[in-house]
């Protein structure tokens, strides 16, 4: 029977990396197929937050295919003795990226490895999980409302206080989601300090695969951070759990975006919205936020894309525009994609009427003169000396009419959403460009 997690049972465990790091590392240890556990291989695995997880062994796995053919494995069991996330490895979907022979009798064989379970040694029919942990890099900001710590200062008296608070918590689409906090403590002699960590815990109603938690569950919370946040949020860590198994396995795969950013400190000005402006209303968001990823799945991927891999300007301004295309599209309205994006623009014009100087026609014109060109190159526009600002700009300003359309696609109202933009740095800065 499904059940909500407890929560006393809440607090996120630690590591010995701090939250943000990149994850690139290299370890040493001993490698065998789950079959094949009498022949063991030495070997070194590297991995790194781009490329992923790169296997070379001084042997080979199994029968050799020489350099020339193919070969698969499913899964690869490790030992080793210098990884920070644990000595029990299991490589899953590695295929063969090298073979290189030396002395007769001696080869020697490199894997590309998808994904590397830390933690556990998984068999091919292991990978189903009933719960994940996951945190984001700019979840500690967005909630910074969330909070166990106090102070009080009297004459020469200081008093630091931590107590754990309520977790947010309640039922999504086929889960059920928890946001807590946890803490760490480091005492010393003459320096002690409490540090907190935010992270949210779903527990599934039926297990699932990796890919299916990646693509469900942990892909859509990241892009909606990243729309909250406004700006691009990098999956810091993503741990899961097998059914009836108490032990957490860290998954380690490459990052859609993991570039370093101090996002512990937003301040409202730099979001769309925070969690206190949400907060009776979290879960509910969040577990609405799950259902419009998958009904607009062909909006948010390249609209997000984007966002973790900035591209020259005028791919970034043809891929929000398609983005609001496609948007439009998908509510019946007209072919012409003209007429699409003016009813589009009226239908938000007081909200986002400002960065256009609230001239409607004048807006869709520009807007659909730049993307034939982009497209095209059917005109002299772009040897105009403001072509590339102007681009810009009015790629920018898309961004927000479909942030604009996803808020309500959430519930927010057209108030809540005016309130959000006209106190969001990105958002008054485009104003003043008018």
């Known amino acids: 029977m499904w059940q909500p997690r407890r929560a006393d049972d809440l607090l996120l465990y630690t590591h010995d990396l701090r939250w943000g790091e990149q994850m690139d590392f290299t370890c040493n240890g001993i490698w065998w197929l789950p079959d094949q556990t009498e022949t063991k291989v030495a070997g070194t695995l590297k991995f790194s937050d781009e490329k992923g997880a790169d296997l070379s062994l001084a042997g080979v796995l199994g029968s050799s295919r020489g350099r020339f053919e193919e070969k698969n494995v499913p899964v690869i069991h490790g030992l080793v003795h210098d990884c920070a996330y644990g000595k029990v490895l299991t490589l899953k979907e590695s295929w063969l990226r090298s073979f290189s022979t030396g002395t007769p009798g001696f080869a020697r064989e490199t894997y590309q490895a998808g994904i590397v379970f830390a933690g556990r040694h998984l068999g091919p029919d292991d990978f189903l999980f009933s719960d994940a942990r996951v945190r984001y890099s700019g979840l500690s900001g967005w909630a910074h409302g969330l909070t166990g710590l106090s102070h009080h200062e009297q004459n020469d008296t200081w008093e630091i206080r931590w107590s754990s608070p309520e977790p947010i918590d309640g039922a999504i689409p086929g889960a059920w989601l928890t946001l807590a906090v946890g803490s ?51 999956l810091e860590e993503l741990t ?32 769309i919205f925070a969690l206190q402006d949400v907060k009776n209303r979290a879960i509910e968001f969040l577990g609405k936020w799950i259902e419009v990823h998958r009904r607009l799945s062909n909006v948010c991927a390249p609209f997000f894309a984007i966002q973790y891999k900035p591209s020259y300007t005028d791919f970034t301004f043809l891929t929000n525009f398609q983005s ?55 005109s002299e526009l772009g040897n105009m000396p403001d072509y590339a600002v102007t681009l810009h700009w009015s790629g920018q300003r898309l961004g927000f009419l479909l942030k604009a359309c996803l808020l309500s696609e959430l519930g927010f109202s057209r108030e809540e959403i005016k309130k959000f933009f006209i106190r969001n740095q990105s958002f008054l800065y485009l104003q003043s460009l008018q």
């Open 184 to 234: 760490t403590i480091s005492p010393g002699l003459r320096h002690a300090s409490i540090q907190e960590e935010v992270g949210i815990s779903l527990r599934f109603e039926k297990a699932l695969s990796d890919a299916s938690i990646t693509a469900d569950y942990t892909g859509p919370l990241q892009d909606f951070f990243t729309l909250a946040t406004d700006q691009p949020n990098s």
């Open 240 to 271: 899961v759990q097998r059914p009836n198994d108490p032990k957490y396995i860290r998954v380690l795969a490459p990052r859609v975006f993991h570039e370093p950013k101090d996002t512990e400190y937003l301040l409202p000005h730099k979001m």
């Open 324 to 378: 609001v295309q496609i948007y439009a599209s998908k509510r019946d309205a007209p072919d012409s994609e003209q007429v699409r994006l003016q009813g589009l623009l009226a239908e938000y014009w007081d909200v986002i009427g400002s960065l256009f100087e609230n001239d409607i026609n004048a807006a869709t014109f520009e807007l659909m003169q730049l993307r034939d060109y982009v497209v095209h190159r059917n």
